[in-house]
T-cell receptor
Framework: DSGVTQTPKHLITATGQRVTLRCSPR?????VYWYQQSLDQGLQFLIH???????AKGNILERFSAQQFPDLHSELNLSSLELGDSALYFC????????????FGQGTRLTVV | GDSVTQMEGPVTLSEEAFLTINCTYTATGYPSLFWYVQYPGEGLQLLLKATKADDKGSNKGFEATYRKETTSFHLEKGSVQVSDSAVYFC????????????FGQGTTLQVKP
C-alpha cells in the first residue's frame, strides 16, 4: 500500500459527459502529479500541483482541468469526454518537488463508451 | 526536451535466467533515475532509484547503475522468478522540470516456469 488513495477505481461513462477523479496523497506529501496511461501514448505527465498551486503542465487537454485543495487532496476534471480519453489515470505524491521519490495510487480506469 | 528510451518487449525468459532491460536517457542537468514496476491490474511501484552518477540502485535482487558517460540505467537481475512477470518502466526526473517523471515506453517481462 503506497498510501495514495484514488477514487473511483473504475468509471464507465458516455461520450460528452464530465467526470471527476479524486486523489488523496500520502500524509505529509505536498506534491501531487497526475499521469495518463494509454496503450498508444504510454505514461504521460498531465499536471503537477504543489501545496495548492499549479507548478507544471504537460500534455493536458483544454477539456481537462485539476486543482489541489487546502487539505491537499486533488481532483482531475475531465469534460466533453471522447472515446480516446479512455485510459488509466494515476496520481502520485511526493514530499516536495524535484528529484524526490513519488508514490503512486492504484489508478482510476476510465472507459468512455 | 528530456526523454527516456527503453528496449522494446516483450521479453520472455525461463525461470532463473539472467535479465537485462536496457534504458538510455536524454536530459539537461543532472536527473535522478528510477525503475518502476507495474504488476497486472496494479499501480506503479518504485523498484529502485539512483540520484547521481555511478550510484547503484538495488532492491529485491534487481540492480541498475547510473552511467552518465553512456547516459544509461540498465536494469539487471541475476535469476528471475515467475513472480517477476510485470511491466518495467525506466523514468527520470529533475529539479528543472519540477520533479515530474518522464517515462520510457515500458518493457513487458514474462517469466516461464
Amino acid at each position: 500500500d503506497s498510501g495514495v488513495t484514488q477514487t473511483p477505481k473504475h468509471l464507465i461513462t458516455a461520450t460528452g459527459q464530465r467526470v471527476t477523479l479524486r486523489c488523496s496523497p500520502r500524509s505529509g506529501d505536498l506534491s501531487v502529479y497526475w499521469y495518463q496511461q494509454s496503450l498508444d501514448q504510454g505514461l504521460q505527465f498531465l499536471i503537477h500541483y504543489y501545496n495548492g498551486e499549479e507548478r507544471a503542465k504537460g500534455n493536458i487537454l483544454e477539456r481537462f482541468s485539476a486543482q489541489q485543495f487546502p487539505d491537499l487532496h486533488s481532483e482531475l476534471n475531465l469534460s466533453s469526454l471522447e472515446l480516446g480519453d479512455s485510459a488509466l489515470y494515476f496520481c502520485a505524491s511526493s514530499v516536495a518537488w524535484g528529484s524526490t521519490e513519488a508514490f503512486f495510487g492504484q489508478g482510476t480506469r476510465l472507459t468512455v463508451v | 526536451g528530456d526523454s527516456v528510451t527503453q528496449m522494446e518487449g516483450p521479453v520472455t525468459l525461463s525461470e532463473e535466467a539472467f535479465l537485462t532491460i536496457n534504458c538510455t536517457y536524454t536530459a539537461t542537468g543532472y536527473p535522478s533515475l528510477f525503475w518502476y514496476v507495474q504488476y497486472p491490474g496494479e499501480g506503479l511501484q518504485l523498484l529502485l532509484k539512483a540520484t547521481k552518477a555511478d550510484d547503484k540502485g538495488s532492491n529485491k535482487g534487481f540492480e541498475a547503475t547510473y552511467r552518465k558517460e553512456t547516459t544509461s540505467f540498465h536494469l539487471e537481475k541475476g535469476s528471475v522468478q515467475v513472480s517477476d512477470s510485470a511491466v518495467y518502466f525506466c523514468a527520470l526526473s529533475s529539479m528543472s522540470n519540477t520533479g515530474k517523471l518522464i517515462f520510457g515506453q515500458g518493457t513487458t517481462l514474462q517469466v516461464k516456469p
